[in-house]
């Protein structure tokens, strides 16, 4: 009785053992770069750096042109079609799946310009982007760093009614009901 209850459980733990080998084997065996050219990389990470934290990060990504890709498992699924396009089967597997981004050079600079940009509308106009990318194997991994220096606060302003070139405009405008302004 002893014997059968410890061959039982050396059964249990062999069968758990190998069903962990064929998970990682499956996982490893499916690589999400599989479709990816020679001297090209997929765009695994795009991550923004600012060093104010009254910026919002998730803000500022709106503006990125190039983003990898959110689902790994599209990209697995993308990568189970044939090389063959001219077969219905990988034809449709690749519109079931996700197409790997392609990282970009020029792409990632639009994107710093783009930040920029952004951060001059917020009023940080000596906002400073600047972009590294980092390749290992055939993955890219893109970072934009902001600094964002002081911003431009207007103080207070005044507008001079009689300084302007006719004053009988503003006080037609003023004396108009509500309802017939524009």
């Known amino acids: 009785m002893l014997q059968c209850r410890n061959i039982n459980r050396y059964t249990r733990y062999i069968n758990r053992i190998a069903l962990y080998g064929i998970v990682i084997f499956v996982a490893v065996a499916c690589s999400t ?10 765009l695994n990470d795009a991550t923004i750096d600012v060093d104010n934290s009254s910026i919002s990060k998730s803000e500022l ?7 990898p890709n959110d689902n790994v ?10 090389a063959d396009t001219a077969k219905w089967i ?5 519109k079931i799946g996700d197409e790997p981004v392609v990282y970009n050079a020029k792409s990632s600079s639009q994107s710093a310009e783009e930040l920029s940009m952004a951060m001059k509308n ?11 990318d980092t390749t290992y194997g055939k993955k890219a991994r893109v970072t934009y760093h902001i600094k964002a220096n002081e911003p431009y606060r207007i103080r207070d302003y005044t507008i001079d009614f009689n300084s302007m070139a006719n004053p009988s405009l503003i006080n037609f405008s003023l004396e108009m009901p509500i309802a017939f302004r524009m």
């Open 33 to 42: 770069t599989k479709h990816i050219p020679d001297g090209r990389y997929l």
């Open 61 to 67: 990504e709106e503006y990125l042109i190039q983003t």
């Open 73 to 82: 498992m599209g990209l697995w699924i993308y990568n189970w079609s044939g």
């Open 90 to 94: 990988n034809r449709w597997i690749r």
């Open 122 to 132: 917020k009023g940080y106009l000596n906002a400073e982007v600047s972009v590294s």
